[in-house]
C-alpha cells in the first residue's frame, strides 16, 4: 500500500521561499507513481492543480500562476516529491497536498480525480 507524507509549510512572509516535500512508502516509487501533483486548497475554495511531474521529471505542467515561481521535482532514488515555491503571496496561503496517480496517461493529468493517492496536506501561511 502506497502512503504519501507532506511536510515542509509553515507561516512566511510575503516574498520568502518555502521548499515543500512528499516522501512515499511503498512499492517501487518510480514505476508506481507514474505522474505526481502538488495541489492547494485554500478555505471555501476547491483544491486546485499546482504542478505535475512525470516519472522521469522529464514533462512538467504548472498552473499560471505557478509559473515562474514555483519548480517541481522529484528523486527518485529517494522516493521524494518536492515543490520549491520562491517569491510567495499571501494569495498562495493554503493547505498543500502532493498527489501519485499510477496508471498511464498521455499528458500531464490536472484534475483530482486523475489521482489515486494522496498526502494529508501541509499549509502554508504567507503573511502580508
Known amino acids: 500500500q502506497v502512503q504519501l507524507a507532506d511536510s515542509g509549510g509553515g507561516l512566511v512572509q510575503a516574498g520568502d521561499s518555502l521548499r515543500l516535500s512528499c516522501s512515499a512508502s511503498?512499492?517501487?516509487?518510480?514505476?508506481?507513481?507514474?505522474?505526481m501533483g502538488w495541489f492547494r486548497q485554500a478555505p471555501g475554495k476547491e483544491r486546485e492543480i499546482v504542478a505535475v511531474i512525470n516519472t522521469l521529471g522529464t514533462t512538467t505542467s504548472y498552473a499560471d500562476f505557478a509559473k515562474g515561481r514555483f519548480t517541481i521535482s522529484r528523486d527518485n532514488a529517494r522516493n521524494t516529491l518536492y515543490l520549491q515555491m520562491n517569491t510567495l503571496k499571501p494569495d498562495d496561503t493554503a493547505v498543500y497536498y502532493c498527489a501519485g496517480k499510477s496508471g498511464r496517461l498521455p499528458y500531464p493529468p490536472r484534475d483530482t480525480r486523475d489521482y489515486d493517492y494522496w498526502g494529508q496536506g501541509t499549509q502554508v501561511t504567507v503573511s502580508s
Open positions: 511503498g512499492p517501487t516509487f518510480s514505476v508506481t507513481m507514474r505522474w
